[in-house]
């Protein structure tokens, strides 16, 4: 392999936000020009919460997309203690929802609408185990007597594990892992179970939070940890381990949204996501790895085909802006007005997925 110049199958983002209105314009082309899909979060005002509502989002986002571009949304559902069977049953006949969205109930953007206890949402598990709809899980306890830095592993052992086993064929995901205790979890775990590692959780750990005074653009759910956690997401991410694969997690937030006295969670990758995850192969120098991870790992899982396209990136410094304009108000990307080490070049070829 050249270490200077790296081509992969055109990878996929297993988990993204992409908003609405002027976010959407802005957010969708960062993604659009290097990943062939993406899982899109269904956390609006109102949630996308049935089939009809998730095929009026994908329309929204279809006429978002730039001229030429050729990206597929995959859509989601947002799990709520009100989904039926019924609407499950309709959702693995759809053509584009692939997976229902778990949130806890306040436990990060949007979730309000969510679950205060999986028990009541029940009957939907059993429907999407019955259909082989995956669940993707924000794998948070909100008990406040809880320590947001425990919140990952407390989850684990009080829902995950207990879900499992109510629900043995159920395709689960983890997304986001933080943790050694997740990442552990999902080694040891069976082939129904896999997780989404995201790129700002590979680069930083908690200090991050804090490095010159309380940084506003780090801030997410769920918190970047301790170093020792950062290491094992690095090792699970780097390791060739077929059920971890990419997810970034790209949320946009409008600057005065993030730096406010209430800041909202969420970390915009988007316009380098590739790129970094590339630095931190790169570092382990496992860049023959980053193919499967990026490419293979999270189609192979959904059951779907692997893209034929091609994405190149070249060793090439630039530097990331320090804003990114919308109509409404900018967005701070992750690395703003510091080097990017990787570069994606113009020409994706052969895009479509066979």
């Known amino acids: ?63 978002a997309l730039p001229a030429g571009a050729d990206f597929e949304p995959l859509m989601t559902l947002y799990l709520t203690e009100a989904t039926s069977p019924a609407e499950i049953a309709e959702a693995a006949r759809s053509d584009l929802v ?58 684990i052992e009080r829902h995950l594990a207990p879900l499992l086993q109510d629900f043995p064929a159920l395709r689960v995901v983890l997304e986001h892992v933080t943790t050694r205790d997740g990442v552990d979890f999902v080694r040891a775990a069976p082939p129904t179970v896999g997780a989404t590692i995201t790129v700002h959780h590979l680069l930083l750990n908690r200090n991050a939070l804090f490095d010159g005074g309380l940084r506003p653009h780090h801030y997410c759910r769920p918190l970047i940890k301790r170093e020792t956690h950062r290491q094992a997401l690095v090792e ?66 959904y059951g779907l085909p692997r893209n034929r396209g091609r994405v190149v990136l070249e060793r090439a410094d630039w530097t990331m802006p320090e804003e990114i304009a919308t109509a409404e108000a900018p967005i701070v990307p992750l690395r703003a007005g510091e080097k990017v080490a990787w570069r994606v070049r113009a020409e994706v070829e052969d895009r479509r997925a066979s």
């Open 1 to 63: 392999m050249n270490a200077n110049r790296i081509t992969l199958t055109r990878p996929d983002d297993w988990h993204l936000h992409l908003r609405d209105g002027a976010i959407l314009a802005t957010a969708l082309p960062a993604t659009a020009r290097c990943f062939g899909r993406a899982i899109v979060m269904p956390n609006l005002q109102p949630p996308v919460a049935t089939v009809a509502q998730a095929r009026t989002y994908r329309d929204r986002i279809m006429a």
């Open 236 to 301: 699970a991410a780097t390791s060739g381990h077929p059920r971890f694969f990419a997810g970034t997690d790209s949320a946009p937030h409008h600057r005065h949204a993030k730096e406010s006295a209430c800041g909202c969670a969420g970390v915009y990758s988007a316009p380098a996501a590739l790129e970094l995850y590339a630095e931190v192969f790169d570092r382990m120098g496992a860049l023959d790895r980053l193919e499967a991870f990026m490419s293979f790992h999270g189609a192979d899982f």
């Open 98 to 155: 692939h997976a229902v969205k778990y949130y806890p109930a306040g436990a990060t953007t949007h979730s309000e609408s969510g679950v205060t206890d999986l028990r009541n949402a029940y009957p939907a598990l059993e429907a999407m185990q019955e259909h082989g709809v995956p669940l993707l899980m924000h794998g948070e306890v909100t008990d406040p007597s809880v320590d947001v830095f425990d919140r990952e592993a407390v989850f």
